[in-house]
Nanobody, 129 residues
Framework: QVQLVESGGGVVQAGGSLRLSCAASGGTFSRYVMGWFRQAPGKEREFVAAISRRSGGNFAYSDSVKGRFTISRDNAKATVYLQMNSLKPEDTAVYYC?????????????????????WGQGTQVTVSS
């Protein structure tokens, strides 16, 4: 059983940056594909970014964050990060990290929330205009 704890959320002005962290415990972190999702009030949870397991050589990003957000992982620290730059008010949401036990065969799989096995409790990001 893997436990995930997000941190780093907060309030930032449009154009600013935040870095989210997600610390994992209770499993072999390097074995999991890691993803970030977000959910705004009244909206469904949506995919943000994913990174393959082990060395993390494969990535996927939603079109809405591509070029602004960067996902990375540090297996020694059992932590996945989401660097968010050029933030926009529409990025306001609760951000969740998730772990998927499956290998990275097809990036599409890792953009879909039901395919993830473990979830954190979320961290709020608010971008003011």
């Amino acid at each position: 059983q893997v436990q995930l704890v997000e941190s780093g959320g907060g309030v930032v002005q449009a154009g600013g940056s935040l870095r989210l962290s997600c610390a994992a415990s209770g499993g072999t972190f390097s074995r999991y594909v890691m993803g970030w999702f977000r959910q705004a009030p009244g909206k469904e949870r949506e995919f943000v970014a994913a990174i393959s397991r082990r060395s993390g050589g494969n990535f996927a990003y939603s079109d809405s964050v591509k070029g602004r957000f960067t996902i990375s992982r540090d297996n020694a620290k059992a932590t996945v990060y989401l660097q968010m730059n050029s933030l926009k008010p529409e990025d306001t949401a609760v951000y969740y990290c998730a772990a998927d036990e499956a290998q990275w065969y097809d990036y599409v799989r890792h953009t879909q929330a039901p395919n993830y096995d473990y979830w954190g409790q979320g961290t709020q990001v608010t971008v003011s205009s």
